[in-house]
């Protein structure tokens, strides 16, 4: 493979673009990471990458979290990332990864006197739940199949769920693995008190009644941008949308329910522990706002221009 990865400041081949086996990151989790989509608009013959500024500023909140600091400002790593698109000239729709995290000597919890470390790579991505979910059979134009989680979402005074740490991805991974053994496409996993909180790697959306209904912050969610996006498109829509707390038995009774997220887009769900959502059709209003979603980050709608940053 020929692609290019930005480590510490210099672009090194995909074979060579390694970590030491005492990396801490590796032994406990001590790393931030991103996921971002740059999407290919043919017919412009530009990739646009979506909400790049806002992907790098949660990046840089969660790194003050875990005390991780790297040589470019925020701004600096957007420019970046645009490059490492750029370097590797894909065009196609592909997914961008940085990630920065406490590096090598591994013994020690206390992390300083460790070197911080960030890479950024690129790969190419197509849908999620059809493509990329472990060669799942899934049809996610069709709708999902997703059942409640035996594992509680973590809480935020144990492993802040509000920011993209590494270690934190184990109760996604347990609540996918478990998912997926079982039949489903995917995990929803309920908050330690038993309210709706996130899928393993995607916010939740209910429909009913016309109105919109999702998950507060307070429910132990990932502050999604994908989300923050679906908000914006449904007041434009002049659909209402409320943030609260929702209980596990308005999943079963709702007329449409919807993930959002960066690699899995806005993923319908057509049904919960084996009962149908709605008619267990993919619902009206999840198919306006996925089409609304689509236009937004592929460049077909210039009201939404100031999500997108083109590369080439
Ligand atoms: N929740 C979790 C646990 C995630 O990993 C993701 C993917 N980053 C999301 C929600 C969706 O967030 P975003 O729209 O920012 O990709």
Same mark, same amino acid.
């Given at each position: 493979?020929?692609?290019?990865?930005?480590?510490?400041?210099?672009?090194?081949?995909?074979?060579?673009?390694?970590?030491?086996?005492?990396?801490?990151?590796?032994?406990?989790?001590?790393?931030?990471?991103?996921?971002?989509?740059?999407?290919?608009?043919?017919?412009?013959?530009?990739?646009?990458?979506?909400?790049?500024?806002?992907?790098?500023?949660?990046?840089?909140?969660?790194? #003050?979290?875990?005390?991780?600091?790297?040589?470019?400002?925020?701004?600096?790593?957007?420019?970046?990332?645009?490059?490492?698109?750029?370097?590797?000239?894909?065009?196609?729709?592909?997914?961008?990864?940085?990630?920065?995290?406490?590096?090598?000597?591994?013994?020690?919890?206390?992390?300083?006197?460790?070197?911080?470390?960030?890479?950024?790579?690129?790969?190419?991505?197509?849908?999620?739940?059809?493509?990329?979910?472990?060669?799942?059979?899934?049809?996610?134009?069709?709708?999902?199949?997703?059942?409640?989680?035996?594992?509680? #979402?973590?809480?935020?005074?144990?492993?802040?769920?509000?920011?993209?740490?590494?270690?934190?991805?184990?109760?996604?991974?347990?609540?996918?693995?478990?998912?997926?053994?079982?039949?489903?496409?995917?995990?929803?996993?309920?908050?330690?008190?038993?309210?709706?909180?996130?899928?393993?790697?995607?916010?939740?959306?209910?429909?009913?009644?016309?109105?919109?209904?999702?998950?507060?912050?307070?429910?132990?969610?990932?502050?999604?941008?994908?989300?923050?996006?679906?908000?914006?498109?449904?007041?434009?829509?002049?659909?209402?949308?409320?943030?609260?707390?929702?209980?596990?038995?308005?999943?079963?009774?709702?007329?449409?329910?919807?993930?959002?997220?960066?690699?899995?887009?806005?993923?319908?769900?057509?049904?919960?522990?084996?009962?149908?959502?709605?008619?267990?059709?993919?619902?009206?209003?999840?198919?306006?706002?996925?089409?609304?979603?689509?236009?937004?980050?592929?460049?077909?709608?210039?009201?939404?221009?100031?999500?997108?940053?083109?590369?080439?």
């Amino acid at each position: 493979m020929s692609r290019k990865v930005l480590m510490n400041g210099a672009y090194v081949e995909w074979d060579d673009a390694t970590v030491h086996i005492s990396t801490h990151a590796l032994h406990y989790g001590t790393a931030v990471f991103e996921g971002i989509r740059a999407y290919y608009n043919d017919e412009k013959g530009q990739s646009f990458i979506f909400r790049l500024r806002e992907h790098v500023a949660r990046l840089y909140r969660n790194m #003050r979290v875990l005390r991780l600091s790297i040589p470019l400002s925020a701004h600096e790593f957007v420019d970046a990332a645009v490059d490492v698109v750029r370097q590797n000239e894909l065009k196609e729709d592909v997914y961008i990864r940085p990630i920065v995290y406490w590096g090598a000597g591994a013994v020690g919890l206390y992390p300083f006197g460790r070197a911080n470390e960030y890479a950024i790579y690129v790969e190419p991505m197509g849908m999620y739940f059809a493509d990329v979910n472990a060669g799942l059979e899934t049809d996610g134009d069709k709708g999902l199949k997703t059942c409640v989680s035996s594992w509680a #979402r973590l809480s935020d005074n144990s492993l802040p769920p509000t920011g993209k740490f590494s270690g934190a991805y184990v109760n996604s991974v347990l609540a996918k693995v478990e998912a997926v053994q079982n039949g489903y496409d995917e995990a929803l996993l309920l908050t330690k008190d038993g309210f709706v909180s996130e899928g393993s790697g995607e916010n939740v959306f209910l429909v009913r009644n016309g109105t919109v209904l999702t998950p507060p912050v307070s429910e132990d969610i990932l502050e999604g941008i994908t989300r923050d996006a679906v908000i914006t498109l449904c007041a434009d829509h002049d659909y209402r949308v409320i943030e609260r707390r929702i209980s596990r038995s308005e999943l079963y009774s709702a007329d449409e329910l919807f993930f959002t997220g960066t690699a899995g887009e806005v993923a319908p769900i057509t049904s919960v522990d084996g009962i149908s959502i709605g008619n267990g059709a993919v619902g009206r209003i999840t198919h306006e706002l996925k089409d609304a979603y689509f236009n937004a980050a592929r460049g077909n709608d210039p009201h939404y221009s100031s999500w997108l940053t083109p590369v080439f």
